[in-house]
């Protein structure tokens, strides 16, 4: 008060004080970090003219019949010689609407990277809540930039996993403030649009499972909000599972919880989800200040809204643990909640060191901190997006998918590696034996035994016995494909049955023999 009155005396008589206008230090703030890490995914986005991941061209197909026809399909006649799809479509329309102002390689990369670049303002925003700190915020933000399988799985790609992130770190934003109504509204909304764009929402709804639980452990009493709100999003969810979903949980029963994917599949899926491969993906610095954190708050210290991270942390790593969720998926939010659980732990490391000796080098401390991340997760992050584009070889299967739709029937069946069946129903159009999406797909498991026998028998009759079985007419060989086939497996160099019509990196050969039946 007294302050007031110092200033108003000091001011000219019949003036007022200026106020403050133009755009707060915050607002400048999630500019810059939005623009740099805009800047970096763009960058990478655009080292390769294509998109990459074979999941990218189901959705580019999709995208194509809504710029064609108005909707998105639900029977799709290339993949597996003839399905139907059980899929959220929202993610297709986004892509669409791209489409319109170019082509998808071009637009789309450059709406999705622009989405995906609000993952690093949402994690200042929750950075600055937690901590109160915008130097703390800001370094949270810029380590998100750079988790290596974010960077990696999204750039090139049309995957929703580029909404799905930032849309789960919105939702915890708004649940972290959940006590104003606007923000109540904000959470529902984006528990909503998540609900409809992946099943990864149901995950978000264990992680604050795992929270309520801790919070009772630990004698934290949860505000006055929260229990109807956790009990009206696991009831929301659900409703809209059976309404996307009902088909293929009534088709697959329990299965549909793994996609329907085979126990071959699964498998391998699995197991390389070890520490060294979780660090490897998300970067050292943010997942030892997630053990760090973790370990403060649930045996030292007492936080509402640490433990609401912790809590999210606990449950992806126990669906990962108990292979209830993909690696992939799994790694992308761990990254996201770790950079969330690194503002705590940078914090604490701050007041500690401002304790010791080393007080006087606090200034050269954030420096410090950004040059680890950046040995420690940028250049891993650059060095597996380089190896995506290097593994996708679309410079090879450009010239040969183009040349397999100019020189085959429109209904001659592909035999090809299943997650490269999507690339081949897309840019040769032509249908596949299989692809990577097991929901609803016929007769998948044994499919996939026969595809197995296909590249492990040393039996030229009896892998043309298979081929007769789906009628295929090609062989789609590509480099990805050849690693499936043992030495034992050599039935392809009979150049009698299976002619190389086109042969580069990838080779086409064309099924000429048939067995006889008596």
Not at 16 to 35: E, N, Q, R, V, Y
Not at 105 to 116: F, Q, Y
């Amino acid at each position: 008060m007294g302050k007031q009155a110092q200033l108003d005396a000091s001011a000219p008589k019949g003036s007022t004080a200026p106020k403050k206008t133009g755009i707060s230090p915050d607002t400048w703030a999630m500019i810059g970090l939005f623009i740099l890490t805009l800047a970096v995914r763009l960058t990478l986005a655009y080292q390769t003219p294509y998109i990459t991941g074979d999941d990218s061209f189901f959705w580019a197909r999709q995208a194509e019949s809504i710029l064609t026809t108005g909707r998105h399909f639900t029977h799709d006649t290339l993949g597996w010689m003839g399905r139907d799809l059980s899929f959220p479509p929202i993610f297709a329309y986004v892509i669409a609407a791209a489409g319109l102002f170019g082509q998808l390689a071009i637009g789309g990369k450059l709406l999705l990277n622009a989405i995906a670049a609000t993952t690093t303002v949402f994690v200042y925003l929750i950075g600055l809540h937690l901590t109160g700190s915008k130097h703390v915020a800001a370094l949270a933000g810029v380590v998100s930039i750079m988790t290596p399988v974010f960077l990696a799985e999204t750039t090139t790609s049309l995957t929703p996993y580029s909404m799905i992130i930032p849309v789960y770190a919105l939702m915890v934003y708004a649940y972290l403030r959940i006590e104003t109504r606007a923000w109540t509204i904000i959470y529902l909304a984006a528990l909503a649009i998540l609900s409809f764009l992946s099943p990864l929402a149901i995950v978000f709804i264990i992680g604050l499972g795992a929270y309520a639980i801790l919070t009772k452990i630990e004698g934290i009493k949860l505000r006055r909000e929260e229990p109807e709100v956790m009990m009206f999003g696991a009831f929301f969810i659900i409703w809209a599972a059976l309404v996307q979903y009902k088909r293929a949980i009534l088709s697959h029963g329990p299965g549909f919880i793994w996609q329907n994917i085979p126990d071959q599949i699964l498998r391998s899926y699995f197991t390389d989800v070890n520490i060294i491969s979780i660090i490897t993906n998300i970067g050292l610095v943010p997942f030892a200040a997630g053990v760090f954190v973790t370990y403060t708050y649930l045996l030292r210290k007492q936080s509402l809204n640490a433990t609401m991270i912790i809590g999210q942390a606990i449950a992806i790593g126990a669906l990962l643990w108990m292979k209830l969720v993909k690696p992939q998926s799994g790694y992308l939010l761990f990254g996201l909640i770790l950079c969330l659980l690194f503002a705590f732990g940078y914090q604490s490391f701050l007041s500690w060191l401002g304790q010791t000796r080393f007080g006087a080098t606090h200034r050269f401390t954030p420096l410090a901190v950004f040059l680890l991340v950046v040995v420690t997760s940028l250049l891993p992050s650059i060095a597996m997006t380089a190896s995506a584009i290097s593994d996708s070889r679309m410079d090879a299967h450009m010239p040969a998918l183009e040349w397999l739709g100019k020189h085959s029937s429109p209904t001659a069946t592909v035999l090809a590696d299943p997650d490269e069946g999507h690339l081949i129903n897309d840019i040769a159009q032509r249908p596949t034996m299989i692809d990577s999406n097991f929901v609803l797909a016929p007769d998948s498991e044994t499919r996939y035994r026969d595809l197995q026998m296909l590249t492990s028998t040393p039996i030229r009759s009896t892998a043309i016995d298979i081929l007769s079985k789906y009628n295929i007419q090609y062989i789609y060989y590509s480099p990805r494909f050849a690693k499936r086939f043992t030495e034992e497996s050599r039935w392809l160099s009979d150049t009698k049955c299976f002619s190389p019509l086109y042969n580069n990196t990838i080779v086409i050969y064309q099924v000429t023999c048939q067995l006889q039946k008596v």
